[in-house]
């Protein structure tokens, strides 16, 4: 172990929108990030604005230690004054975060981590706070949003290095020109919860990036290569954090879960944990035959998310090809013979992807209904970097125009009563479900 006696300070900044829900939410960036830096002997100090089990937050759980963010109403920025929703900071208190600062010792680093683009707003509030209270001390701002609007970051932030990308190596690099240090260790293994005085559940990943480029998709922009972890390093992992914190409830956040190559093998050898798993992300139909539905159910999975996005095959092939209607179809039948129930499954969908109509989308909402399914009907949400971003005509320089309940109210593609139309829609459908085992 390496000893310098530099002071890094990890920040989870909150999340500032007229919605957010914590689907098993968990900086794994930072956490990785903080994983390796201990390895190369720094100490290390951590703040997560978004932590339910902070000590001043009522928290009160949902299923399988999901939940609401403690949250404060604030003033709308001038491009959401028309939007008649409440606009929020969610996550601890401002008090409480000064608070947290003053007991830590002056960092010779601060690292900021950032997630949606539109959520940018937490990202500079929380910045400009470390600036007034650590003055001169170096910010690294990273994540996705530095990544997919770093020149918009470069100016607004008020970091002093946006770092874009994912490579530790470089990331690593652009640490050592702050303190002189040359380091040991780059390789990313485990996130690193320790920072946690109580955890509910785990966010894990068994791999980086996606093979597929859906046009209205970053994940080819923060991770160019698809890179499978070792499965027995994954499996270590798990048992590791079931072990210490006691918990049961693991979410993967990978973007392409069943493309991994060992995902069988992982699934077989946590069979006999008596884990629950969860898929916050739309796991691909086309690769959910009869043994991996199997292998999904006997290893403990209780949330099972599948992305279709539309029933029309001419915009599946357009937007990525991942999916067809048969490859959905043939997942559910493997799924159901496996014992899950309609209740324990749930539809990714969209509207107002550039090109889509809105009779497409109606149709799609009927199909799902009558499946007996839960449509999770979300808006287009335009994305930097990516060819569905580049058919959208309106400004879209702020970020914040790219929060999918600005583009619900005010977007280009359907009249808004249109989109009112087919929200309610599905609100109502789904409101009508009465699920039964097959």
């Keep these: ?86 606009y929020k900071r969610y996550g ?5 975060f000064l608070c947290d600062l003053k007991k830590i010792p002056v960092p010779d680093i601060i690292l900021v981590t950032s997630g949606m683009t539109y959520w940018y707003p937490g990202v500079h509030l929380a910045i400009s706070i470390l600036k007034g209270v650590f003055l001169s001390i170096p910010v690294i701002l990273g994540g996705i949003y530095a990544t997919l609007c770093s020149d918009f970051a470069k100016i607004h932030s008020q970091a002093d290095h946006v770092f874009t990308g994912s490579s530790m190596r470089e990331f690593l ?60 390093e994954v499996m270590t ?26 995902i069988k093998t992982l699934l077989t050898g946590l069979i006999t944990e008596n884990l629950r798993f969860h898929t916050p992300n739309g796991v691909h139909s086309r690769f959910i035959d009869s043994d991996m539905a199997g292998l999904l159910w006997k290893s403990g999975f209780k949330t099972i998310n599948l992305s279709l996005e ?16 048969s490859d959905f179809e043939s997942a559910l039948e493997n799924l159901y013979r496996a014992g899950f129930t309609k209740e324990e499954i749930r539809i990714y969908t969209m509207m107002a992807i550039p090109d889509q109509t809105f009779h497409e989308v109606d149709k799609t909402i009927e199909y799902i209904f009558k499946l007996g399914l839960k449509n999770n009907l979300s808006v ?24 999918t309940s600005y583009q619900y109210y005010q977007g280009e593609w359907y009249s808004f009563e249109e989109r009112k139309f087919l929200m309610d829609k599905v609100h109502r459908l789904n409101s009508k479900l009465s699920w039964k085992s097959r």
């Design 380 to 403: 287009f949400s335009p994305v930097p970097g990516t060819s569905d971003y580049e058919k959208i005509k309106t400004d879209l320089r702020d970020p914040l125009a790219h929060n």
């Design 173 to 232: 690099g652009i640490i050592e020109t702050y303190t002189g240090i040359n380091h040991r260790f780059y390789k990313i293994s485990s996130p690193d919860y320790s920072h946690y005085k109580k955890l509910d559940y785990a966010s894990v990943m068994t791999s980086r990036g996606c093979p597929y480029k859906c046009t209205y998709c970053a994940s080819k922009i923060l991770e160019p290569c698809f890179i499978s972890r070792d499965v027995h």
């Design 310 to 325: 539309t029933v029309n095959e001419h915009i599946q092939t357009l937007t990525g090809n991942k999916v067809k209607i």
């Design 92 to 96: 601890i208190s401002v008090d409480a």
């Design 237 to 262: 992992e798990i048992k590791f954090i079931k072990d210490v914190y006691k918990i049961s409830d693991f979410a993967f956040y990978d973007d392409a879960l069943l493309l991994n190559p060992c």
């Design 1 to 86: 172990m390496l000893h310098n006696n530099i002071n890094i300070l990890l920040v989870n900044p909150w999340i500032i929108d007229f919605k957010a829900y914590d689907l098993w939410m968990k900086p794994l960036g930072l956490l990785n990030i903080s994983t390796v830096l201990r390895k190369n002997g720094y100490n290390l100090y951590f703040i997560d604005c978004l932590d339910r089990n902070y000590e001043s937050v009522i928290k009160k759980d949902r299923h399988y230690n999901t939940g609401k963010f403690a949250d404060e109403i604030i003033e709308k920025p001038g491009l959401y004054k028309k939007i008649p929703r409440y």
